[in-house]
C-alpha cells in the first residue's frame, strides 16, 4: 500500500505506458508468428523488407502511446470506461490506417496479413490488458483514490451514484460535506466532515467533487 498520492500517481501513469506498449508489441509478436511471411528465418537473403515492416510497425507502436497520451490524456485524467474504449478503438483505427499507408509507400508488396493480425489482434488485448494492469494497480494500492463530495442534496446523490458506478475510475468516496453546515443523511456507506475538517485534513482527499444545485450559485463561486 502506496500512502503517497505523487508516488502512486507517477507508478499509476509507468504502468499504463507500459501496458499499451507491451499489448502493442504482443500483438505485432503474435501477427508474426501468425503471419505467413517468413521474416525471422535465417535462409532469408533480403532482411531490408522484415527490417522495414518491423520498424514500421514498433513506430505505430509509440504513435498510438503518444497520441493516446497527448490528445486523449488517458494517463493523466481518467474517464468512464465506454469513453476510454472509443478513444482507444477511435486511435487504433487512425493509426492502422497511417500503418497501412506507409507499408504501401515503403513497400512493393506490403505485409497485409501482418497488418491484419495486429489490427485483429489489438482490437481485443489492447483493451483487455489495460483493464488488467488497472486491476494489478489496485491490488497494489496505487489506483483507488480517497475523494470527498460537496453537496447535500440531489446533485450530491447523483455524483455519488455516478463515482460509485464506474469502478475502473478507483474513485472512492470517503465523505460529503454540506455548505450550508448542517448534517444530511445522504447514504450510510458515507460519512459527513465539515469544511474546517477538509482543509485540516486537505492531503487525505486526492479529488473534491463539486455537486451543489442550480441555485447555489454564490456557494459553486466560493468553492470554485
Not at 463530495?149 to 465523505?175: D, M, P, Q
Not at 465539515?194 to 479529488?207: A, G, I, N, V
Amino acid at each position: 500500500m502506496i500512502n503517497n498520492p505523487k508516488i502512486a500517481s507517477k507508478i499509476n501513469k509507468l504502468m499504463l505506458i507500459s501496458c499499451d506498449l507491451f499489448s502493442y508489441f504482443f500483438a505485432i509478436s503474435l501477427a508474426y508468428y501468425l503471419s505467413p511471411l517468413d521474416d525471422f528465418s535465417v535462409e532469408q537473403l533480403d532482411f531490408n523488407g522484415p527490417l522495414t515492416r518491423l520498424g514500421t510497425f514498433s513506430l505505430m507502436a509509440f504513435i498510438t502511446v503518444g497520441w493516446i497520451w497527448v490528445v486523449h490524456r488517458h494517463y493523466a485524467y481518467r474517464k468512464p470506461f465506454w469513453d476510454e474504449l472509443k478513444d482507444i478503438y477511435s486511435t487504433l483505427f487512425i493509426v492502422s490506417l497511417l500503418n497501412l499507408a506507409l507499408l504501401v509507400f515503403i513497400e512493393r508488396t506490403p505485409s497485409l496479413e501482418t497488418w491484419l493480425y495486429i489490427c485483429i489482434i489489438l482490437t481485443f488485448c489492447f483493451p483487455l490488458f489495460r483493464y488488467i494492469c488497472k486491476k494489478l494497480l489496485r491490488f497494489l494500492g496505487t489506483w483507488d483514490m480517497c475523494c470527498v463530495i460537496i453537496g447535500n442534496s440531489e446533485n450530491a446523490k447523483g455524483a455519488y451514484r455516478a463515482i460509485s458506478s464506474e469502478i475502473n475510475l478507483g474513485y472512492k468516496v470517503k465523505a460529503f460535506i454540506d455548505p450550508l453546515g448542517r448534517i444530511p443523511v445522504l447514504t450510510e456507506k458515507v460519512g459527513y466532515i465539515t469544511e474546517q475538517q477538509l482543509f485540516e485534513h486537505l492531503d487525505e482527499y486526492q479529488k473534491v467533487f463539486i455537486a451543489l444545485e442550480n441555485n447555489q450559485s454564490e456557494l459553486m463561486e466560493y468553492w470554485m
